[in-house]
């Protein structure tokens, strides 16, 4: 590589106590001295949080991907589970196994639901606490 050149490395995400930290890194060849080859430097090109340094939108978001990956596992062991029942009933010989295994994939699924309501209260608490750090009151009516 010839003298000077940089190569810039744009945008690494970098974590620093909950804040999420963007920098740019230059790497340049300084040529063949007792010590030379090449130097890195970092510069720190912004801080993106929120209030108090938190990322409400990215909670929620998160949140909301928990949520939906707790469905797909609730309905995946739900179809499991039909799956083995069907399975007990046209294998006799081995009905037991089929049946325990479905009674383990209904666990399961019942288990996703249940993960997917706990993730679906999380986005909503996580949303209201964004409403309340940006200033936006809830008039209680009733």
Avoid: N, W
């Amino acid at each position: 590589m010839a003298e000077g050149k940089q190569h810039h490395h744009l945008f690494h995400h970098e974590k620093d106590d909950g804040d999420a930290t963007y920098s740019e890194t230059a790497t340049t060849y300084t040529g063949g001295g007792p010590r030379g080859g090449y130097t890195e430097t970092t510069v720190v090109t912004g801080v993106g949080s929120g209030p108090g340094g938190v990322d409400y939108r990215k909670e929620e978001k998160h949140h909301r991907h928990l949520e939906e990956l707790g469905e797909l596992g609730a309905a995946a062991a739900g179809a499991y589970a039909v799956h083995e029942k069907h399975r007990s009933e046209k294998d006799p010989e081995h009905a037991r196994k089929h049946r325990v295994e479905e009674e383990i994939a209904a666990a399961v699924a019942v288990g996703g639901g249940g993960y997917a309501l706990y993730e679906h209260h999380e986005k909503k608490e996580t949303k209201k606490e964004d409403e309340e750090a940006h200033g936006k009151k809830h008039h209680h009516l009733f």
